[in-house]
């Protein structure tokens, strides 16, 4: 609640609190019983019976006749009306004074009597506030704001600050054709007579697919910035709600606000949410999200025409988005955001960097090659750790080092320096890490160590970190196969070495599993088989779609092909996995042995020492006191005995 409501809300108690004090006061005075009607008080003047009597206000004082030598008693009476009160008693009072019932020459005593009309006003104040609060909680309650009773009825539109902070193209890199393909939408904001003319339409709606954090908002928030028109954003989720017919209610709010803002951009973010297939037989058709996309599908391609309104969405799951939703005349166009390439990471990178120090070190293009698959969020979060960092550090600049080390922290976690690691756990990671790099190299050209590290950081033990020599955007079989060499790297080198295998390979055995199995059932790289897709070929499974579909299209015969054959694919790569190791024996052993001395070593060390120079060769010039095992063993007796 912001502070103008909360105002309201406090003024909207004051009102009742103080209408609710003047009706006790009022009923209070008007229930209250006198000792004798006004009808009495009248007969007393007329019967002669009053001897004294003064009006103060509206208050009469008065004595009447006693009998004996008791003293008179002193009454009083309010009077509702003075001026009536004494029209009437006039001639009585006349007549008392010239009968010496009243002292001939006494003086009525009527102090600030008051006008008739004034003893209304409490009566009348009451009947203004009680409309007042009436009209203050009727305005609620029909929506005059959007946090009212009946306010939820409202969308919960946001427009974007179109001032000097608004995003344009310029401000986004590495989606070059997706820009392209909003230019159009552009243009038509502009100047839309250019394609009217020519008996063109522009797109009603534009869906941008892609991964998360790819920039799709983003991108939606540059087209309407590069407009100059209004942008209103809304999230999906925020149409579905408890109430039935609510969803339906703001779709229609949403659109109206549009149109009075026309012409404009309407960015509905997770469409997913509310935009999901029908009849999936999980709630019914009257379903509220039915409702509520039934009306959005109205709104978008129905009688009426949403002139200089076009609607943009995101979402990453195109695939349970209703077919209606999909069609030309709703979302005309779908403009697809992948990952970004290498050159593409780099100018992503360099923006992000406009407003950071950046020292003389850092090499955008060595870093855009060592975040390969990241998405442009995951690529600022990255320069953002780097800043932390540095901070951390007490550093005026963001150097290499701290972007490195951010890397590693985003893909994997925290280092973790401080656990306390066995002997016996240290050897066998350092063997394991060892092996993933050996295997990986001489198998797969296509990568190359950048560091390996003994240090536990986030969930993993240990971690080898890899440079792609090239971007690619599909992998070939060959190149599935050499994945599954380099994860059964780590398990071959500790059973080649260790004569004992661990659980540190979970994980690895995980992942070459899925890979081996896509091979086999989704990109019939089975010889065996054939090329034929087993299952449905989906990921993941939408319950709207495929709750009642047959995932199962393949016989008891055929799975157990399909099994033999996953494990015939992994048994070949692990047994290359061993003859690669054994080849290279002497230099495995070399990099565990230096590993446990070191911790962690460069890519420029490993591939130095994979090439059959010594440890102290490759390490003299950095650490001439831990080039070896032996020198290590002595320093750390050394200490020992100190």
């Given at each position: 609640?912001?502070?103008?409501?909360?105002?309201?809300?406090?003024?909207?108690?004051?009102?009742?609190?103080?209408?609710?004090?003047?009706?006790?006061?009022?009923?209070?005075?008007?229930?209250?019983?006198?000792?004798?009607?006004?009808?009495?008080?009248?007969?007393?003047?007329?019967?002669?019976?009053?001897?004294?009597?003064?009006?103060?206000?509206?208050?009469?004082?008065?004595?009447?006749?006693?009998?004996?030598?008791?003293?008179?008693?002193?009454?009083?009476?309010?009077?509702?009306?003075?001026?009536?009160?004494?029209?009437?008693?006039?001639?009585?009072?006349?007549?008392?004074?010239?009968?010496?019932?009243?002292?001939?020459?006494?003086?009525?005593?009527?102090?600030?009597?008051?006008?008739?009309?004034?003893?209304?006003?409490?009566?009348?104040?009451?009947?203004?506030?009680?409309?007042?609060?009436?009209?203050?909680?009727?305005?609620?309650?029909?929506?005059?704001?959007?946090?009212?009773?009946?306010?939820?009825?409202?969308?919960?539109?946001?427009?974007?600050?179109?001032?000097?902070?608004?995003?344009?193209?310029?401000?986004?890199?590495?989606?070059?054709?997706?820009?392209?393909?909003?230019?159009?939408?552009?243009?038509?904001?502009?100047?839309?007579?250019?394609?009217?003319?020519?008996?063109?339409?522009?797109?009603?709606?534009?869906?941008?697919?892609?991964?998360?954090?790819?920039?799709?908002?983003?991108?939606?928030?540059?087209?309407?910035?590069?407009?100059?028109?209004?942008?209103?954003?809304?999230?999906?989720?925020?149409?579905?709600?408890?109430?039935?017919?609510?969803?339906?209610?703001?779709?229609?709010?949403?659109?109206?606000?549009?149109?009075?803002?026309?012409?404009?951009?309407?960015?509905?973010?997770?469409?997913?949410?509310?935009?999901?297939?029908?009849?999936?037989?999980?709630?019914?058709?009257?379903?509220?999200?039915?409702?509520?996309?039934?009306?959005?599908?109205?709104?978008?391609?129905?009688?009426?025409?949403?002139?200089?309104?076009?609607?943009?969405?995101?979402?990453?799951?195109?695939?349970?988005?209703?077919?209606?939703?999909?069609?030309?005349?709703?979302?005309?166009?779908?403009?697809?955001?992948?990952?970004?390439?290498?050159?593409?990471?780099?100018?992503?990178?360099?923006?992000?960097?406009?407003?950071?120090?950046?020292?003389?070190?850092?090499?955008?293009?060595?870093?855009?090659?060592?975040?390969?698959?990241?998405?442009?969020?995951?690529?600022?979060?990255?320069?953002?750790?780097?800043?932390?960092?540095?901070?951390?550090?007490?550093?005026?600049?963001?150097?290499?080092?701290e972007i490195t080390d951010a890397i590693m922290k985003v893909e994997l976690g925290v280092e973790k320096k401080s656990r306390l690691i066995t002997e016996k756990e240290k050897k066998l990671t350092a063997y394991h890490e060892a092996g993933h790099a050996i295997v990986t190299v001489v198998a797969d050209g296509n990568s190359q160590v950048n560091e390996i590290s003994i240090i536990p950081r986030g969930m993993a033990?240990?971690?080898?970190?890899?440079?792609?020599?090239?971007?690619?955007?599909?992998?070939?079989?060959?190149?599935?196969?050499?994945?599954?060499?380099?994860?059964?790297?780590?398990?071959?080198?500790?059973?080649?070495?260790?004569?004992?295998?661990?659980?540190?390979?979970?994980?690895?055995?995980?992942?070459?599993?899925?890979?081996?199995?896509?091979?086999?059932?989704?990109?019939?790289?089975?010889?065996?088989?054939?090329?034929?897709?087993?299952?449905?070929?989906?990921?993941?499974?939408?319950?709207?779609?495929?709750?009642?579909?047959?995932?199962?299209?393949?016989?008891?015969?055929?799975?157990?092909?399909?099994?033999?054959?996953?494990?015939?694919?992994?048994?070949?790569?692990?047994?290359?996995?061993?003859?690669?190791?054994?080849?290279?024996?002497?230099?495995?052993?070399?990099?565990?042995?230096?590993?446990?001395?070191?911790?962690?070593?460069?890519?420029?060390?490993?591939?130095?020492?994979?090439?059959?120079?010594?440890?102290?060769?490759?390490?003299?010039?950095?650490?001439?006191?831990?080039?070896?095992?032996?020198?290590?063993?002595?320093?750390?007796?050394?200490?020992?005995?100190?």
């Open positions: 609640m912001n502070n103008s409501n909360r105002i309201r809300s406090i003024v909207s108690w004051a009102v009742l609190l103080l209408v609710c004090v003047i009706a006790a006061s009022l009923i209070s005075t008007m229930t209250k019983k006198d000792t004798v009607k006004y009808s009495d008080v009248v007969g007393y003047f007329k019967n002669e019976q009053v001897t004294e009597f003064e009006i103060v206000g509206n208050k009469l004082t008065y004595k009447l006749k006693t009998e004996g030598e008791n003293p008179a008693e002193e009454k009083t009476f309010v009077l509702y009306s003075v001026a009536r009160f004494l029209d009437q008693v006039q001639p009585y009072v006349d007549s008392a004074v010239q009968k010496g019932v009243l002292a001939e020459g006494y003086d009525i005593k009527q102090a600030n009597s008051i006008p008739a009309w004034v003893t209304y006003i409490p009566y009348l104040f009451l009947v203004g506030a009680v409309c007042f609060f009436g009209w203050i909680m009727m305005k609620q309650m029909a929506g005059g704001g959007k946090n009212g009773a009946m306010g939820f009825s409202r969308a919960k539109l946001k427009l974007a600050d179109s001032g000097k902070g608004k995003v344009t193209f310029n401000d986004v890199a590495g989606a070059d054709e997706e820009k392209e393909e909003l230019q159009e939408i552009v243009e038509f904001l502009k100047n839309p007579k250019k394609y009217t003319d020519l008996g063109a339409r522009i797109p009603r709606g534009v869906l941008m697919v892609g991964p998360p954090g790819t920039g799709k908002t983003y991108m939606a928030k540059a087209t309407a910035g590069e407009a100059g028109v209004p942008f209103f954003s809304i999230s999906g989720s925020d149409f579905v709600e408890l109430y039935v017919g609510v969803g339906a209610s703001r779709v229609r709010d949403t659109f109206d606000q549009a149109k009075k803002n026309a012409p404009c951009i309407v960015f509905i973010d997770e469409i997913d949410a509310v935009g999901r297939q029908r009849g999936a037989g999980l709630g019914g058709g009257n379903d509220e999200r039915e409702q509520t996309l039934n009306q959005l599908l109205v709104e978008m391609d129905g009688f009426e025409q949403n002139e200089g309104v076009i609607v943009m969405a995101a979402t990453n799951r195109p695939d349970v988005l209703d077919s209606a939703l999909l069609r030309p005349g709703r979302f005309d166009r779908q403009i697809v955001i992948h990952l970004p390439d290498v050159r593409a990471r780099e100018e992503i990178l360099k923006i992000h960097a406009r407003k950071k120090p950046m020292g003389k070190d850092v090499n955008f293009e060595n870093v855009a090659k060592a975040t390969s698959g990241f998405a442009p969020a995951e690529l600022e979060n990255v320069l953002n750790e780097a800043a932390l960092l540095a901070a951390r550090g007490n550093r005026k600049v963001i150097t290499m080092e033990g240990g971690y080898t970190s890899y440079l792609p020599v090239e971007n690619k955007s599909y992998m070939s079989k060959k190149e599935m196969l050499d994945r599954i060499v380099h994860g059964m790297g780590g398990r071959a080198a500790e059973e080649l070495c260790l004569d004992d295998i661990s659980t540190g390979a979970s994980g690895d055995i995980q992942q070459v599993t899925d890979i081996a199995r896509q091979m086999v059932m989704r990109y019939g790289m089975s010889e065996k088989l054939g090329p034929i897709l087993f299952g449905t070929g989906r990921e993941e499974v939408f319950l709207g779609r495929d709750f009642t579909a047959e995932s199962k299209t393949y016989s008891e015969k055929v799975a157990a092909t399909i099994d033999e054959e996953i494990k015939r694919i992994i048994d070949e790569q692990y047994a290359r996995a061993k003859e690669i190791l054994q080849e290279k024996l002497p230099q495995l052993h070399t990099i565990a042995e230096q590993l446990m001395v070191h911790e962690k070593i460069t890519g420029d060390q490993f591939r130095a020492l994979l090439d059959g120079k010594t440890p102290e060769e490759v390490f003299a010039k950095t650490e001439p006191e831990l080039a070896t095992p032996e020198a290590a063993d002595e320093q750390k007796d050394g200490a020992e005995e100190a």
